[in-house]
């Protein structure tokens, strides 16, 4: 049978034998097949080279492909060398390739969907009066890890979770931290992540005494005594 038939499917299944027969009619249904299918740039590649055995054969100098472009040059041979039967290679009349994710592809993943990886992060830390802010350079660090570990956009989130696992337990009892700032240091392992608190100390030095207003983050002001040494503490004190 091919596509278009009209086959009988048992409604009651395997445990209900005895129920009745449901006409499905494939005429209007597309089917769509599609899977990682992994080893099968290997296979494209020797059909490509070739074989070259003797002192006049020719060397393969050419750069290693990447398996978006070997995938490109895929033909039905392929599949059936990979394990498929030509029954089923038949009933697929168009075969089309997807491209691997870049670093570009990958950062547009993480910031731009609704339920993104970096706004559940966020969300996350707002749950707990923190703001958190990853650079774009430090963006650019996740893409390049996913790329080099070949994990694309599911390697994200692990590499995401595996530099902020320990803050995530220390925002919490830290009541006066304001921002957290992620950069492309802190990802590749080289320093802690920058923590801005709401408390601020400053020292100024003045020499006529008198009274302003200052404001700090978002909504924080304190009141400030210019004097000669004047030592300045948080605003909600």
């Given at each position: 049978?091919?596509?278009?038939?009209?086959?009988?499917?048992?409604?009651?299944?395997?445990?209900?034998?005895?129920?009745?027969?449901?006409?499905?009619?494939?005429?209007?249904?597309?089917?769509?097949?599609?899977?990682?299918?992994?080893?099968?740039e290997?296979?494209?590649?020797?059909?490509?080279?070739?074989?070259?055995?003797?002192?006049?054969?020719?060397?393969?100098?050419?750069?290693?492909?990447?398996?978006?472009?070997?995938?490109?040059k895929?033909?039905?041979?392929?599949?059936?060398?990979?394990?498929?039967?030509?029954?089923?290679?038949?009933?697929?009349p168009?075969?089309?390739?997807?491209?691997?994710?870049?670093?570009?592809?990958?950062?547009?993943?993480?910031?731009?969907?609704?339920?993104?990886?970096?706004?559940?992060?966020?969300?996350?830390?707002?749950?707990?009066?923190?703001?958190?802010?990853?650079?774009?350079?430090?963006?650019?660090?996740?893409?390049?890890?996913?790329?080099?570990?070949?994990?694309?956009?599911?390697?994200?989130?692990?590499?995401?979770?595996?530099?902020?696992?320990d803050?995530?337990?220390?925002?919490?009892?830290?009541?006066?931290?304001?921002?957290?700032?992620?950069?492309?240091?802190?990802?590749?392992?080289?320093?802690?992540?920058?923590?801005?608190?709401?408390?601020?100390?400053?020292?100024?030095?003045?020499?006529?005494?008198?009274?302003?207003?200052?404001?700090f983050?978002?909504?924080?002001?304190?009141?400030?005594?210019?004097?000669?040494?004047?030592?300045?503490?948080?605003?909600s004190?």
């Open positions: 049978r091919g596509l278009g038939d009209v086959y009988k499917r048992q409604q009651g299944g395997r445990k209900h034998p005895q129920q009745e027969f449901l006409q499905v009619d494939t005429s209007n249904i597309l089917f769509i097949c599609g899977g990682a299918f992994s080893g099968l290997e296979i494209i590649n020797y059909r490509l080279k070739g074989t070259a055995i003797g002192f006049n054969s020719k060397l393969d100098l050419e750069p290693k492909k990447t398996i978006g472009a070997s995938l490109k895929l033909e039905n041979q392929d599949l059936l060398k990979f394990g498929m039967i030509p029954e089923f290679i038949g009933r697929l168009v075969i089309t390739t997807l491209s691997e994710l870049d670093e570009d592809m990958l950062i547009r993943i993480m910031t731009q969907p609704k339920n993104a990886i970096v706004k559940q992060f966020e969300s996350l830390m707002r749950m707990d009066g923190v703001k958190l802010e990853i650079k774009e350079e430090a963006l650019k660090e996740i893409a390049k890890l996913a790329v080099s570990q070949n994990t694309g956009a599911r390697g994200l989130r692990s590499i995401i979770e595996d530099s902020l696992m803050l995530m337990y220390k925002v919490p009892d830290q009541k006066d931290l304001y921002k957290v700032v992620i950069n492309n240091d802190v990802i590749a392992k080289k320093s802690d992540p920058r923590l801005d608190l709401k408390s601020l100390i400053i020292l100024y030095f003045s020499l006529s005494p008198h009274k302003i207003k200052y404001s983050g978002p909504s924080q002001s304190v009141l400030v005594l210019l004097s000669p040494l004047t030592l300045l503490f948080d605003g004190s």
